[in-house]
C-alpha cells in the first residue's frame, strides 16, 4: 500500500491555492473598486435630486442631462466590475473543480491499488488462511491486516463520494454564477444604449433652442400647445369614427392591444429619468430599434391622423373602439393616411428619428378618453 506517494498532488495542491489566492485578491480589488463607484454614484444622485427640483429652464435641463450622463457612466463602470468579479468567481470554481476532479482520480487510484492487494492471492479464502496458519501471532496479523485494508477502503470509498458531492455543488454554484455574469452583460448592454441616448439628449436640446432660455420658453410652449391640441381633437375624433371601427378583429377583442414592434425599452411611462421631462412628462414607452423598422398597428382602427410635429416628428394617431387610441411618433416615414381603416399588425410607418429624439426608436402612446395611460398594463 506504499507505493503512492503525495509529493506530487501537494506541490499541484499548492499552485492551485497560489492562483486561488491570487484571483482572491483581484476580487477583492474590483469589490473596493465598486465600493469607490458607489461612493461616486451617490454624489451624482444628490446633484440630479437637486437639479430636478429646480424651475424649468435650458441650463437646469443641461445640468440634469450631464449629471444623469455621468451617472449612466459610473453605471457602467459599475456593471464591468461586477462582470469581472463574477468572471474571477468562476475562476476560482473552475479551479476548484479541476482539484477535486484530480481528488476523485486519486482516491481511484487508491482504490485500484486495494483492490489489487486483496486480489494478488485470488484463490486462498479466508479459511485457507486460518488453517495455513502456524500459530495464532500469523493470523492475528492476517486479520490486522485485512481490517485495515477493509478500513482504508472504507475511508476512501466515503472521501471519493464526498469530492464528488462538492463537485456537483460547485458546478451547480458556476453555472449560477454563469447566469449572473449574462443577466449583468445585459443590463450593461441596456446602459450603453441608455448612455448613448442621454449623451445625445443635451445636443438635441441645445439644438432645439439654439442654446438660448428665450428659445428654451418658445420651445417648451410649442410643445404644450401640440398636447393640448391632440387632447382636445380626440374626443370629436372618437364621436366621429367610433361607428366606423369594425369589429372584424382576429382576437375578438378591438381593445386588445399587441406589440408594434419588438425592441428594448429605454423609457417608460412617466420615466423620472426621461431627459426632457421638464419640458413635458414622458406619456409613453421608448423602444429602441434600429432606423426603417416596420411599425404595425397596436390595434385595430382608423387612422386620426399621420402629420408632423415639433415633439413627436413624423406621428400617426390610431382611433380605437371605446375611447381608446394610440400614437406612434419620430417615424422615418409614414405608410398611412387620415381616415384610412388599418387591422392589427398593419405596417402604419417605419422608426427613426424625428422631432425631439435622442436616436432611433419608436415613441408609442396609449391614451384612453384623451388622457395618456401606461402602455404597459394593456399591451398582450
Known amino acids: 500500500m506504499g507505493i503512492f506517494t503525495f509529493s506530487g498532488f501537494v506541490i499541484a495542491e499548492d ?45 437646469a435641463d443641461i445640468a440634469l442631462i450631464e449629471n444623469e450622463t455621468a451617472l449612466l457612466d459610473l453605471d457602467i463602470q ?15 470554481l473552475e479551479e476548484a473543480i479541476r482539484e477535486q476532479e484530480a481528488n476523485v482520480a486519486y482516491q481511484r487510484e ?25 500459530d495464532f501471532n500469523e493470523l492475528f496479523s492476517v486479520v490486522e491486516r485485512l481490517e485495515s485494508v477493509n478500513a482504508e477502503m472504507n475511508t ?42 442621454s449623451a445625445e439628449a443635451k445636443e438635441v436640446l441645445i439644438a432645439s433652442t439654439e442654446a438660448s432660455e428665450s428659445q428654451y420658453r418658445v420651445l417648451m410652449s410649442e410643445l404644450r400647445q401640440e398636447q393640448a391640441y391632440i387632447s382636445s381633437q380626440l374626443a370629436q375624433l372618437h364621436t366621429d369614427l367610433e361607428g366606423k371601427i369594425s369589429s372584424l378583429d382576429e382576437l375578438g377583442d378591438a381593445t386588445i392591444f399587441t406589440w408594434p414592434v419588438n425592441g428594448i425599452i429605454t423609457a417608460i411611462f412617466h420615466d423620472p429619468s426621461y431627459p426632457f421631462r ?14 426603417g423598422t ?16 415639433r415633439s413627436y416628428g413624423n406621428y400617426v394617431m390610431v ?5 381608446y387610441a394610440t400614437l406612434y411618433a419620430h417615424l422615418s ?7 384610412q381603416f388599418v387591422s392589427r399588425g398593419q405596417i402604419i410607418g417605419y422608426s427613426g428619428n424625428t422631432g425631439l429624439s435622442t436616436g432611433p426608436h419608436l415613441h408609442m402612446e396609449l391614451r384612453k378618453n384623451g388622457i395618456p395611460v401606461d402602455p404597459l398594463l394593456y399591451l398582450q
Open 319 to 323: 382611433i380605437h373602439a371605446d375611447g
Open 110 to 134: 487508491i482504490l485500484e491499488e486495494m483492490i489489487f492487494e486483496l486480489n494478488k492471492n485470488d484463490g486462498i479464502g479466508f479459511i485457507e488462511v486460518l488453517f495455513g496458519s502456524e
Open 156 to 197: 476512501t470509498l466515503g472521501e471519493t463520494h464526498a469530492t464528488k458531492q462538492r463537485l456537483s455543488d460547485n458546478k451547480l454554484d458556476q453555472e449560477e454564477n454563469l447566469d449572473e455574469l449574462l443577466v449583468l452583460q445585459d443590463e450593461m448592454e441596456m446602459q450603453l444604449i441608455q448612455l448613448e441616448h
Open 15 to 59: 499552485a492551485a491555492l497560489s492562483d486561488v489566492n491570487e484571483l482572491q485578491g483581484e476580487i477583492d480589488a474590483r469589490e473596493a473598486q465598486v465600493d469607490a463607484i458607489n461612493s461616486k454614484i451617490d454624489e451624482i444622485r444628490d446633484k440630479i435630486n437637486y437639479y430636478s427640483n429646480q424651475s424649468a429652464s435650458l441650463s
Open 294 to 309: 416596420p411599425i404595425e398597428s397596436a390595434a385595430p382602427g382608423y387612422v386620426a391622423w399621420a402629420r408632423t410635429g
Open 78 to 92: 459599475s456593471t464591468e466590475a461586477q462582470a469581472e468579479t463574477k468572471q474571477l468567481e468562476i475562476a476560482i
Open 278 to 291: 421638464h419640458l413635458f412628462e414622458h406619456g409613453g414607452l421608448d423602444i429602441a430599434v434600429p432606423s
Open 333 to 339: 416615414s409614414i405608410n398611412v393616411t387620415t381616415d
